[in-house]
């Protein structure tokens, strides 16, 4: 009686893995394809922002990235049959994989360190493939809004929530005719600073410009400033006392 109780449980275990796998059904492809599109059109939303900023990664990367995790997840979803189908797992290897692509975003200079906003949206759009690919499709939607209003509306935000203290005045003498303020202010909103008030004099034949800017600390201020103290034209920077916030 043992072999047929040992064929019993078999046949029992194999029942039970057929209704497993026979319950993850694979949609049709017109719903795979759906789902694709709604992965790549949320990648897009979030990489066109990072294009008209200028940032090293933005509509094309970012469209192939939550495409791609997408096309990952479905295929590890619903392309492989059998015990080693396992979602999860081609989900968590998406993750690990994103980390390079957004090593790859973040420029170092000297002490400072960019692209970790863009690196960190290539992260989401990933995470929109994924879930995407799910059928997670309100909560892949919401997620990319969520999104949008962070990288959209919290940079401009920043100066505005911060302490009093970090509101700086400085005054910068320079001959004109050689782009000075244009490499000055790149280099403060590059450090995440917003100017808030500038005020120019001529003086014979040197500028005397006097400039209020929010969001960054002393040591930030310094490496602007000394980056932009070593040109020939500048004669001269001048910290000012403090505005009234």
Partial sequence: MAPDLFT???GTVAAGSRGRLGSMDAPSSLELIARLALALAL????????????????????SLVALGAALFTIAGA????????DPSRVAAQVVTGIGFIGAGAMIRSGFTVTGITTAA?????????????????????????????????????KPY?????SRRRFEIRYRPGHGTLDALFVGLESGGGRIMAVATAERGQERQTTIDVRGLDD?????????IDDRDEVIGIDHAPDPVA
């Avoid at 619903?78 to 189908?85: L, T």
């Avoid at 929530?161 to 203290?165: A, E, K, S």
């Avoid at 040591?219 to 980056?227: D, F, G, M, Q, R």
């Fill in 161 to 165: 929530v911060l302490f009093r203290r």
């Fill in 219 to 227: 040591v930030e201020l310094a490496k602007v400033l000394a980056s």
């Fill in 121 to 157: 949206t290539l992260w989401m759009a990933a995470a929109f493939g994924v879930a995407a690919a799910m059928g997670l499709y309100l909560v892949s939607i919401v997620a990319g809004v969520l999104a949008l209003i962070v990288v959209v509306t919290f940079g401009p935000l």
């Fill in 43 to 62: 990648g897009a939303v979030l990489g066109l922002e990072r294009e008209t900023r200028h940032k090293t990664a933005g509509l094309r990367t970012h």
């Fill in 8 to 10: 019993a449980i078999d």
């Fill in 78 to 85: 619903y392309a492989v049959i059998g015990v080693q189908n």
